[in-house]
């Protein structure tokens, strides 16, 4: 007998390719952490009491895959509501950071505080992403800018995933902003990341991956690609935030590297459209820091999509330009802000969002053999995600077989 089956129920399996898979009355059985079951439910071989040991009865609901954040910045010190409220008044970047804010204040209140006070500050983020649907989220470093520092945000990491039972997915962001220390010695932070973060974070087995900022505010494309190779050099994946702020050929970077993903891309032109398709590296859209900051340069959504380049959709939530914690909320600034349509918005929060972490394989869709990471939702159809603003329909979480709706709430 299986475990558990699901049925009262309409799924979005997202198994159709570019399409939702919508199953109108489904059933979903689950044999440990795994699916065992899914399909209409008049394909059952025998009545749900016959076939698994708990029958769960869902009043109609809609289930779809359980959502993956796959660009986050969760662990950090203090925040930067006072960078917003001068940026609302006016100020400049330069002017926030003279005044003592930007980056590098992050930078200090993260240095300033040690592991666990890291992992007590980011839980309540974290729950909150859990109690959008969330299952599997991508957490950063970036905010330690050295090596000490980084080592323990990437442990913090690891330990907020243990804390909550939930899958973290740790990404180094060795290139985030140049350290203060090396403020006149780019070449000497470069060399301390390859010679001696990245064989660390290796060596210990903190990251699945290295991301980099690659930007005219950050570092240069030369300078990216020596990590790049570096991380690849110690079987890591790689990933880039890409042509953020200006067409500065990061998305081109982040193909040559075989990035897994290019994260933002509101600058990105043919070029890099072609050798992202060429690449099969996702496009992960971050509306909320796009809103946020103010851009109005879009990414170019038609052009990607025309070439077959996958979207995925995150939060970016961080301390300075997406204090966000609703992945819902970034799929209805996507739909409003970028064009994507319902189907795209589902598939980027879910299956696209899994293949920027490399865990296609494992998560996002609704099939056999796949991880039971599922959501059901008080909707009644797929094209609801990013219609409503400030409601998720959130009824409960399954995570790995088990109904974790307390705990979401």
Not at 272 to 293: D, E, Q, R, T
Not at 318 to 331: D, I, Q, V
Not at 375 to 404: D, K, M, Q
Request: aromatic share 6%; proline share 4%.
């Amino acid at each position: 007998m299986w475990d558990a089956i699901w049925v009262d129920l309409s799924a979005a399996t997202l198994a159709e390719p570019g399409g939702v898979g919508f199953v109108d009355e489904a059933a979903i059985a689950v044999e440990g952490e795994k699916i065992a079951w899914v399909g209409p439910a008049s394909a059952l071989p025998a009545a749900p009491h016959q076939l698994a040991r708990t029958v769960h009865r869902c009043g109609g609901r809609l289930a779809t895959p359980a959502f993956v954040d796959c660009h986050t910045h969760l662990i950090f010190g203090g925040d930067r509501a006072l960078d917003f409220a001068l940026r609302a008044e006016g100020a400049s970047y330069a002017e926030i950071a003279a005044a003592g804010g930007g980056i590098r204040s992050t930078v200090a209140q993260t240095r300033g505080l040690s592991e666990e006070e890291l992992v007590r500050a980011a839980l309540p983020r974290a729950r909150a992403l859990l109690a959008d649907g969330i299952a599997t989220i991508e957490v950063k470093s970036g905010y330690g800018l050295d090596v000490g520092t980084e080592l323990k945000m990437l442990r913090a990491a690891h330990r907020l995933g243990r804390e909550l039972d939930v899958e973290v997915v740790p990404t180094l962001l060795a290139l985030h902003a140049l350290p203060p220390e090396f403020a006149r010695d780019r070449a000497g932070w470069i060399s301390t990341v390859i010679h001696e973060l990245l064989p660390e974070v290796a060596r210990k087995r903190l990251a699945t991956a290295v991301d980099v900022f690659c930007e005219n505010i950050a570092f240069t494309v030369a300078e990216c690609g020596k990590v790049l190779q570096a991380a690849r050099d110690h079987g890591l994946a790689v990933k880039v935030h890409a042509d953020q702020l200006s067409a500065f050929g990061a998305a081109e970077l982040a193909a040559e590297y075989g990035a897994l993903s290019a994260d933002h891309l509101e600058y990105t032109g043919d070029r890099g459209i072609a050798a992202l398709a060429k690449s099969g590296s996702v496009a992960v859209l971050l509306p909320v820091a796009f809103v946020v900051i103010g851009e109005t340069r879009k990414p170019p959504v038609e052009g990607l999509r025309a070439a077959g380049v996958p979207l995925a959709i995150a939060t970016d939530c961080n301390p300075g330009t997406s204090p966000c914690t609703s992945l819902t909320l970034s799929m209805a600034l996507a739909r409003a802000e970028f064009g994507l349509t319902a189907t795209e918005a589902l598939r980027g929060a879910t299956i696209e969002a899994a293949r920027a972490l490399g865990l296609e394989d494992s998560r996002g869709t609704l099939e056999v053999g796949r991880r039971a990471d599922f959501c059901l939702w008080n909707l009644r159809h797929p094209r609801e995600f990013g219609y409503w603003l400030g409601y998720s329909g959130l009824e409960a979480t399954v995570r790995g077989g088990r109904v974790r709706s307390a705990e979401a709430r």
